[in-house]
Structures are given as C-alpha cells and as structure tokens.
C-alpha cells in the first residue's frame, strides 16, 4: 500500500477528476455537485487528487480550487497532467502555468506527461520537468500511460531527477499491466498510480469479486480497489456521495494473502 509519494504523507487512494467539468470540452452543468463530491472526498481524509489541462478543457482544475477553498495546501497532493502535443520547452511551460492558474496555486506536486508522443524529444520534455523542479513550479515529476520502452526512455532521459509516477489503466478487469508494467516500475521505485480502477463501472462481470463481496460482506468497489492498492495508488472518480462513502470505506480493511492471489490468478 503506498503511503508516502516524494516524502510526503498520502492518503492509499486519491480522487480522480476525468469526466468532472466535462470531457474534451467545457461542462458547468454539474458543477455544484461536483465541487461538493470533491469536497467531500477532501473533508474525509483523500488528500491526493488528481486532474489534468485536458479535463473539460480546463474546467476540472478551475473546479478543484473551488473545492478546496480553506483547506491547507501542504496538506493536500495535486497531480496534473501535460498534453503530448505539448512537449516542447515553451509549450510545457505555458500548459503548467495554466494549469497553475485554474487551480489558483503556487505549484504542483507532481506533473505528469498524460501519454507518450513519439515525435516529441522525450530528452527535451523531461529536460523542462526538471527546470520546473528547480524553479519551484512542480515538485516532482512522472509519466502516464507509459509501457516500459517508453518508460526506460524516460529514465534514461533524466540527469537530475527521478522519474516518481507512472499512471496507467489497471483494474480487475485490466490486469495485464502486472505482468511488465508493475514490476519494472517496482523495480526502479516508480509508484503505480491506478485510473479507472473500477473498470468502466463494469466490475459486475467478475464472479471471482462477487464472491469476495459476501465473504467479506463488503461492496465489490471496495473489493476491487483493495486489491488494487497492494500495488497501486488508485484514483476512482465519482461526483456520487454514497459512491465516495464506499470508495473511502475500501482503505481501512485488507484481503487476505490467500483472496489477493485467487483474484490475481496466481
């Protein structure tokens, strides 16, 4: 279970912010509900969200800095994403200060490049990342849906710096990143970070979670993030109260060794 994240103290699953705002585009629909579902999360101990320049084009991170309005900023840890098009020196610079900007803060505590781009320089992309780290922008650095070609360019690219995070898809119905990903990114100490950990919403489909469930007498959510957190820092999203409740009542129980191994197949 990952407690820490670059020496600071994190909650075992975060927030994620996809979908909150919009998608591709600008959505203030809901943003009310979702201002206060962020809260909420906040007020009840998840202190990692996570967000993105791409999330409602924006809106997402204008959301969070309403949602923490009065909270201690150090006690909080914001990730957010750069867009592939984006990797060159200025256009990093200009999509992390934006970002900053919406989100009404000084820095972040880890930025992210959102997906590999095979004909940006990865050299010059992590170059910036840590110009940033010395200027105070971010304070850590990472990747996102990386496999481990790109992953071991990332590395291989950094002088000053190490790569922190890798984001990817994993879930119970999405486990293949066990077999390559998770272990190279333990091996040279990058944290797991899981989106879409709950699978599209379709969790229902697996007989082996249904019957931890009852076992447990607990909801499949938390079943599945519980396994997820073994290896992972998962981020499920929700602007649904009694969905948070659940999501939030998955870190204070574990599986036992023997439960873990059945779902995973071993």
Same mark, same amino acid.
């Given at each position: ?18 979908? #909150? ?24 101990? $998840? ?61 972040? *505590? ?15 992309? $992590? ?35 190490? #790569? ?23 091996? %040279? ?50 602007? %649904? ?17 023997? *439960? ?7």
């Amino acid at each position: 279970m990952i407690t820490r994240l670059c020496d600071k103290k994190v909650s075992p699953i975060g927030i994620g912010t996809w979908g #909150i705002g919009g998608w591709i585009f600008s959505d203030n629909k809901n943003d009310k509900q979702q201002i206060t579902a962020i809260r909420f999360a906040v007020e009840n101990g $998840i202190n990692i969200i996570d967000t993105a320049e791409l999330y409602g084009r924006g809106h997402a991170e204008e959301l969070i800095r309403e949602s923490i309005k009065g909270v201690d900023r150090e006690s909080l840890f914001i990730i957010s994403k750069v867009w592939p098009t984006h990797l060159s020196n200025r256009g990093i610079r200009k999509a992390v200060n934006a970002s900053l900007a919406r989100l009404g803060m000084k820095y972040l *505590d880890m930025y992210l490049i959102h997906w590999p781009n095979p004909v940006a320089s990865i050299k010059g992309a $992590i170059g910036t990342m840590e110009e940033l780290v010395d200027d105070g922008v971010i304070r850590s650095f990472g990747v996102s849906n990386f496999g481990v070609t790109d992953m071991q360019k990332a590395i291989d690219a950094t002088k000053k710096y190490e #790569i922190t995070a890798n984001q990817i898809e994993y879930s119970l119905l999405k486990k293949d990143a066990e077999e390559e990903t998770i272990p190279f990114c333990q091996k %040279n100490k990058i944290a797991v970070i899981a989106h879409t950990p709950l699978g599209h919403g379709r969790l229902a489909e697996s007989k082996e979670l249904e019957e931890m469930s009852k076992k447990y007498k607990k909801p499949k959510v938390q079943v599945a993030l519980n396994y997820l957190m073994r290896s992972s820092l998962p981020i499920p999203r929700s602007s %649904n109260i009694e969905h948070l409740k659940e999501i939030i009542g998955s870190t204070d129980w574990s599986l036992e060794d023997s *439960d873990y191994k059945k779902l995973r197949g071993l």
